[in-house]
């Protein structure tokens, strides 16, 4: 069960938290569990409480009935394990039959075949494309999750997602056969005992190949949920360990990036905070994540590889290939793709306080010369049109160890002081 009655003795009892003998006419409250860490508002209520129908989940939290550790939250918003949500009187619709079986096209169940890189009688483990959504929402009606009935038949359940990727993210995603299996790969994931590895093509080359970041996340003011930034007060910890694997010149580099946090665009702030945002990504790195010539405007980050517990007790190790845009990038930078295997590696603990300090100094100049840059636009006249177009090219705020994306830094580093790790402070092979 992914939710419990707040300070109940029958925590994780696994039924449904109206079947413990309380009336659904009563206030509820409820503690977020790990396995919902991250999940919206209104996802919550149809994976814990179906009975109650989004209009309704919507009205409550339109006149902020439904609220999340006290305050009002919306459908969208996300929930935090731990958080208290409080669920009012009523609301319970008539039981429904089971879910109707999207109608595939041919060409669907083709083209979902396409994205299967193995499948078992617990999990289906696909590469996703970029371009297309791992779930549906407002105006988003192609996603992975409308095309996993291609692997389900009338009489066995319907597959479910156990986590997610950026629209633009491409790779390995895992899919849970029955309910079971999803519970159990659910929980490995909120247990952080998943590794992922993660490729990207980023602008620069980071002055440290070898390092953790370390800066909190928060959703971004005034966008709607639909952006994040770095907040050392109000942010969740968000924790990024990555490696430079090769590079191009002073170009651009191609990295090995492994969340230890599962925050949303986690990978993509961390690497724009640093100064090196991913290439193709204009929405935290601006028109400094995009490289001139022939290489894609696409987003280069990919999934590479998930390695998780099964249910069998062998380890699920799946490794998903690269989109056309991505591996033609790599081929025009003279990355081979053979120079790495992907291979997670142990958490190592945060930064090293001197390279905190460089970054906080580095930040806090960039942070100045912004603000110098808004007010000469807001005195051109044109001011808030400027603005926004500025405000949207910024990098998201918070340490850097490298230089901005324009300048990268040029020079391999040795090994930093206070680092640790078997290949902490390498230095790729070079092509200059």
Known sequence: ????????????????????????????????????????????????????????????????????????????????????????????????????????????????????????????????????????????????????????????????????????????????????????????????????????????????????????LAKQPGTGGEKMHVDEKEGQTAKTRYRVVDRAGNRAAWVELQPFTGRTHQLRVHMAAIGHPIVGDGKYGGQDAFLTGSISRKMHLHARRLIIEHPDGVPLDATAELPEHFAGSMEQLGFDENDSDAAPDPDRGPMPKSLQKKAAKQHSKQIRKDARGERRERGTGGGRQKLGKKSAAKFAKGPRDGRRGAKPAGKPAGKPTGQSGPRQGSAPKGRR
């Open 1 to 216: 069960m992914s939710a419990n009655r707040h300070n109940d003795a029958d925590e994780g009892s696994g039924s449904n938290p109206w079947d413990a003998g309380k009336s659904p006419d009563t206030v509820r409250q409820f503690t977020v569990r790990p396995d919902d860490n991250d999940i919206r508002v209104d996802r919550w209520f149809k994976r814990n409480l179906p009975q109650i129908g989004f209009a309704m989940v919507s009205r409550w939290a339109r006149t902020g009935q439904i609220r999340v550790d006290g305050k009002r939250v919306k459908p969208e918003d996300r929930l935090c394990a731990g958080q208290v949500l409080r669920v009012p009187p009523g609301g319970v619709s008539a039981p429904r039959g089971p879910r109707r079986r999207e109608e595939l096209s041919g060409d669907d169940i083709e083209r979902a075949e396409r994205m299967l890189i193995t499948q078992d009688k617990a999990a289906i483990v696909l590469n996703k494309p970029p371009g297309l959504a791992t779930q549906g929402g407002t105006g988003t009606r192609d996603h992975v999750d409308r095309l996993l009935d291609a692997f389900a038949d009338e009489t066995s359940p319907r597959p479910r997602l156990v986590h997610r990727l950026d629209k633009d993210t491409s790779g390995v995603l895992l899919t849970a056969r029955t309910p079971g299996s999803a519970a159990f790969f659910s929980k490995r994931f909120s247990g952080r005992s998943a590794k992922k590895v993660y490729w990207a093509l980023v602008v620069g080359v980071p002055e440290v190949h070898d390092g953790i970041i370390e800066a909190k």
